[in-house]
């Protein structure tokens, strides 16, 4: 199939994020590896058009309904124990719990490890996810930690500065001590604007703590409040539209 971008239809990309699929950057990584095919023939160029209700594509082999999806973006207070994803070869999935709420394929926005509790996003929204895991809008997120381990100056100066993980040097990350212990147990809250795999747990390694505990609070504007383990809510349209909206421009308001 040709890639003539002026002909009438939806680009393929877009196509592909518009019913759920994925992000549109996600959905043209998938066409350029050859995961999409349009008519029985594999598709690598993602501006590629197609007309819906006339052209079949299929990811992976799986047909993509032509009926635009309802979108949903709901916040989940992820209990420890369920891994971020939809294979669950390995146990239960955030996945699995949604899929008894929505008929919809709901898909998690960034990433918690399976022992982390906390907020999480789950979307079928491919523009949100987008933009909720694109460095350039910066949406922080804040985890509250409870640390063992002996607690000194030293030790939080060292979370605070600008570390290596895994060959990384990450940026400088808010650490603010909420409650010292006396039988070396402590609560620390770590504000992140970028976030590496299992990284908090890694810099109290380094600086010399054990993670007892690890609960995700607050992503961008949304709050845990009074979420409990397993609790869900749909974001209303005005949550969903401030999410999209540009940090840096909406602060400039």
Same mark, same amino acid.
């Given at each position: 199939?040709?890639? *003539? +971008?002026?002909?009438?239809?939806?680009?393929?990309?877009?196509?592909?994020?518009?019913?759920?699929?994925?992000?549109?950057?996600?959905?043209?990584?998938?066409?350029?590896?050859?995961? @999409?095919?349009?008519?029985?023939?594999?598709?690598?160029?993602?501006?590629?058009?197609?007309?819906?209700?006339?052209?079949? @594509?299929?990811?992976?082999?799986?047909?993509?309904?032509?009926?635009?999806?309802?979108? &949903?973006?709901?916040?989940?207070?992820?209990?420890?124990?369920?891994?971020?994803?939809?294979? *669950?070869?390995?146990?239960? +999935?955030?996945?699995?719990?949604?899929?008894?709420?929505? *008929?919809?394929?709901?898909?998690?926005?960034?990433?918690?490890?399976?022992?982390?509790?906390?907020?999480?996003?789950?979307?079928?929204?491919?523009?949100?996810?987008?933009?909720?895991?694109?460095?350039?809008?910066? &949406? +922080?997120?804040?985890?509250?930690?409870?640390?063992?381990?002996?607690?000194?100056?030293?030790?939080?100066?060292?979370?605070?500065?600008?570390?290596?993980?895994?060959?990384?040097?990450?940026?400088?990350?808010?650490?603010?001590?909420?409650?010292?212990?006396?039988?070396?147990?402590?609560?620390?809250?770590?504000?992140?604007?970028?976030?590496?795999?299992?990284?908090?747990?890694?810099?109290?390694?380094?600086?010399?703590?054990? @993670?007892?505990?690890?609960?995700?609070?607050?992503?961008?504007?949304?709050?845990?409040?009074?979420?409990?383990?397993?609790?869900?809510?749909?974001?209303?349209?005005?949550?969903?539209?401030?999410?999209?909206?540009?940090?840096? +421009?909406?602060?400039?308001?």
């Amino acid at each position: 199939m040709s890639d *003539n +971008t002026t002909q009438p239809g939806e680009r393929l990309q877009n196509y592909l994020s518009h019913r759920g699929v994925a992000s549109r950057r996600h959905a043209a990584e998938m066409i350029e590896a050859g995961q @999409v095919s349009v008519n029985g023939q594999v598709v690598t160029e993602p501006g590629t058009k197609v007309t819906p209700g006339k052209d079949t @594509v299929k990811v992976n082999g799986r047909k993509i309904d032509a009926a635009i999806e309802e979108l &949903h973006t709901v916040l989940l207070y992820k209990p420890a124990g369920l891994i971020c994803g939809a294979d *669950n070869s390995q146990g239960e +999935t955030v996945c699995d719990l949604m899929r008894q709420e929505y *008929n919809e394929r709901l898909v998690p926005v960034g990433r918690l490890d399976k022992e982390t509790e906390g907020l999480l996003l789950m979307s079928n929204d491919g523009e949100l996810i987008q933009r909720m895991t694109h460095p350039r809008f910066g &949406h +922080t997120k804040t985890y509250v930690a409870r640390v063992a381990g002996y607690m000194t100056d030293d030790k939080i100066a060292i979370l605070r500065s600008r570390m290596e993980i895994d060959g990384y040097l990450i940026r400088p990350v808010q650490v603010d001590v909420l409650k010292v212990g006396r039988d070396n147990v402590h609560k620390l809250a770590f504000t992140l604007s970028e976030g590496r795999n299992r990284q908090i747990r890694k810099m109290c390694a380094i600086a010399g703590f054990t @993670v007892l505990k690890l609960t995700r609070v607050r992503i961008g504007p949304l709050k845990i409040r009074n979420m409990e383990p397993g609790d869900w809510r749909e974001l209303s349209h005005e949550e969903v539209k401030q999410l999209k909206r540009d940090p840096k +421009t909406a602060a400039k308001r």
